[in-house]
């Protein structure tokens, strides 16, 4: 089946510097992927819609400049934390839908991001 | 706004007994409605999905959900739980005039007690 593979799976790293994730599809082209957030013991929160060949669309509160977001080709998108400071400590999970517009969400298995 | 509402934080069944985990959605078109499961520290995994047609749709594991228009619901159930249930389930709907946006409910942490 349809697989998203994420990396790194685990990442601390100090106060102020940068951090990327990238999300990949494995064995299907992904023009749009979606990047969630979940706090402990929360549900997933959507921050963004990667869209291949343009702009990301943020969804209202995330700071663009704070996550960057690049999808460079129809496999990666990536996701930088910039300048990361301790609240940013989270887990990041991507997804990507397999075919088009109805079709469920893969989801990579998630990033634990620690900034201490 | 559109909304999924989990009820139960938390729900504890003991292993080979029935399992219904609740799920309400306020939404105004017709729903795409979806079960995930998370085991702690990974991703989401697809359970099952309901676009249209049967109310009755199957998943994987054994588990099952029925699209209930009338009560806006769509509960999960399974009907002899493992130890190997043990985990965090979400519902969501999505938001397909928005490309397959999705909205996840708060989850419930399910236990199996042997």
């Known amino acids: 089946g349809a697989v998203v593979s994420q990396h790194p799976s685990r990442v601390i790293c100090k106060s102020g510097t940068s951090v990327k994730i990238e999300c990949r599809s494995l064995?299907?082209?992904?023009?749009?992927m979606f990047w969630y957030r979940q706090f402990p013991k929360q549900s997933l929160m959507l921050m963004a819609t990667?869209?291949?060949?343009?702009?990301?669309?943020?969804e209202q509160g995330v700071e663009k400049d704070k996550f960057l977001i690049n999808h460079a080709s129809l496999t990666l998108s990536t996701l930088t934390v910039t300048s990361a400071h301790p609240e940013d400590s989270s887990f990041y999970i991507c997804?990507?839908?397999?075919?088009?517009?109805?079709?469920?969400?893969?989801f990579g298995n998630g990033t634990r991001l620690t900034v201490t | 706004a559109q909304s999924v509402t989990q009820p139960d934080i938390h729900i504890t069944v003991s292993e080979g007994a029935s399992l219904e985990l609740r799920c309400n959605y306020s939404y105004g078109a017709t729903p795409y409605l979806f079960w995930y499961v998370q085991s702690p520290g990974q991703g989401l995994q697809l359970l099952l999905k309901?676009?249209?047609?049967?109310?009755l749709v199957q998943g994987i594991k054994g588990f099952e959900a029925e699209f209930k228009r009338s009560q806006s619901s769509f509960n999960l159930r399974k009907p002899s739980v493992h130890w190997s249930d043990a985990a965090e389930y979400f519902c969501?709907?999505?938001?397909?005039?928005?490309?397959?946006?999705?909205?996840f409910g708060a989850g419930t942490i399910l236990r199996v007690k042997s």
């Open positions: 990667s869209n291949e060949g343009s702009k990301a669309t943020y």
């Open positions: 309901y676009f249209s047609g049967d109310t």
């Open positions: 997804s990507a839908p397999e075919t088009g517009v109805g079709s469920p969400l893969h």
């Open positions: 064995d299907f082209q992904a023009t749009t």
């Open positions: 969501a709907v999505g938001l397909m005039e928005y490309g397959n946006k999705l909205v």
